[in-house]
């Protein structure tokens, strides 16, 4: 892994990760779906412009259309959609954490159900992971923490991975920017029908919203996106896949420092265990892997 490959794997944790903070600015003066949608209209207008003038073709391949629609509704419009509606009520660092127990979930179903093989470091690095995760859920089911918001996350989570598990090819063919624009587009047709169905549109406009929603449209919606792709490409999914180890830190980090919200001894206990656990899991995927995925 070169340096440069190393340095987008660690721009893209630290953006993807801010993302559930700005997620929670935009909950607190703006109705989630609705306010998603809306951002994934702006990014996939913004994306397929600069996709055009980079000359860039939206006749995808098979694959990247698939890739396209498949993420467009279980990335933007469930796990993204889901995580979002859940933060009117849970915590951004608690969302953070449940989300990146994504790479510890599609190691699992591939050894259960597409009869990959677990290392000893892998089958430790899941345990650990999931110790981890059990430990700072434990101790914030007992401050009192919504637990239907957490089962949101949960579901979000689980989506996430079924794309991952699911999609070849969304990386070959070129078109980068063009497949993140599209698939902004068809997660804003599943969220504008699903707003007004879910909850009651309301926008507050605020300094805080403009500019949580303005970076949340930018940063995390296109550019770490564009990034991902670009990481994929370049070094193959199990090894950018290694990059989710710093989730739970940066996004534990980011909310500390944004929205004031605490961590406590045994929060910072299971972050620690959660972040070993999924580098062991990575770490373990190594050699022969070499399957696209996504985030």
């Known amino acids: 892994m070169d340096l440069r490959a190393i340095a987008m794997g660690l721009t893209f944790a630290l953006i993807w990760s801010s993302a559930f903070t700005s997620a929670r600015i935009i909950v607190a003066d703006a109705s989630p779906l609705f306010s998603l949608a809306l951002r994934f209209l702006i990014s996939g207008i913004i994306g397929v412009a600069i996709a055009r003038a980079m000359g860039q ?33 849970v915590e951004a660092s608690v969302a953070a954490i ?25 089958i430790i690095g ?3 992971g999931f110790v981890g995760v059990a430990l700072i859920m434990g101790n914030r089911i007992g401050a009192g923490v919504d637990l ?20 070849r090819g969304a990386t070959s ?21 699903a707003a007004p169905i879910f909850e009651t549109i309301r926008i507050h406009l605020t300094v805080p919203l403009v500019l949580a929603f303005s970076y949340t449209t930018l940063f995390p919606g296109l550019l770490a996106t564009l990034i991902w792709f670009m ?31 605490k961590l406590g001894p045994l929060d910072a206990l299971g972050v620690v265990i959660t972040t070993l656990g999924i580098l062991a899991v990575q770490l373990s995927r ?8 996504s985030t």
């Open 286 to 293: 190594q050699p022969g892997q070499g399957s696209s995925a």
């Open 148 to 167: 239907f918001g957490v089962a949101l996350c949960g579901i979000a989570a689980l989506a996430l991975t079924f794309a991952t598990l699911s999609v």
């Open 98 to 122: 449940i989300a990146s127990t994504m790479p510890l979930l599609v190691a699992l179903a591939g050894w259960a159900f597409l009869g990959e093989r677990l290392r000893p470091l892998g």
């Open 126 to 128: 899941l345990l650990a």
């Open 57 to 89: 073709s939206w006749h995808l391949t098979r694959e990247q259309w698939r890739a396209t629609i498949l993420f467009g509704v279980c990335q933007n419009a469930l796990y993204l959609g889901l995580n979002f509606y859940a933060m009117q009520t």
């Open 173 to 193: 063919g070129g078109n980068f920017m063009m497949v993140v624009g599209l698939q902004m587009f068809v997660g804003a047709a599943v969220l504008f029908v």
């Open 231 to 261: 990481l994929l490409n370049r070094i193959g999914a199990t090894r950018a896949a290694t990059f989710h180890f710093l989730n739970p830190v940066f996004g534990v980090a980011i909310a500390a420092v944004l929205l004031g919200e």
